[in-house]
Nanobody
Framework: QVQLAESGGGLVQAGGSLRLSCAAS????????MGWFRQAPGKEREFVAG????????SYADSVKGRFTISRDNGKSTVYLQMNNMKPEDTAVYYC??????????????????WGQGTQVTVSS
């Protein structure tokens, strides 16, 4: 089992930036794809960004392309989500997740088997 813990959420003004961190423990995750999801009140949990453990393999929801960047630090078993030019519609609880299988792909909820507890991100106007 992989334990995931998000941090870095908070309140930011529109146009500002935040960097979320996802620290993994309990198991080596260097061979697992990782992703960020978010869930706003009354909304379904949605895919935000994903990264495989191979160079250059990233994926983003259309709504965040050009603004958010997902990255990883293999030595720290940590995944980051750099969020720039934030908008009020980015307000949500952000969750880090790990794929169910090594070297797998996919951005659907069912593709991910381990989840963090989430961190609140609020963007004010």
């Amino acid at each position: 089992q992989v334990q995931l813990a998000e941090s870095g959420g908070g309140l930011v003004q529109a146009g500002g930036s935040l960097r979320l961190s996802c620290a993994a423990s309990g198991r080596t995750i260097s061979s697992y794809g990782m992703g960020w999801f978010r869930q706003a009140p009354g909304k379904e949990r949605e895919f935000v960004a994903g990264i495989s453990w191979s160079p250059g393999s990233t994926s983003y929801a259309d709504s965040v392309k050009g603004r958010f960047t997902i990255s990883r630090d293999n030595g720290k078993s940590t995944v980051y989500l750099q969020m720039n030019n934030m908008k009020p519609e980015d307000t949500a609880v952000y969750y880090c997740a790990a794929h169910r299988r090594t070297y797998s792909s996919g951005r659907g909820l069912a593709d991910f088997g381990s989840w963090g507890q989430g961190t609140q991100v609020t963007v004010s106007s």
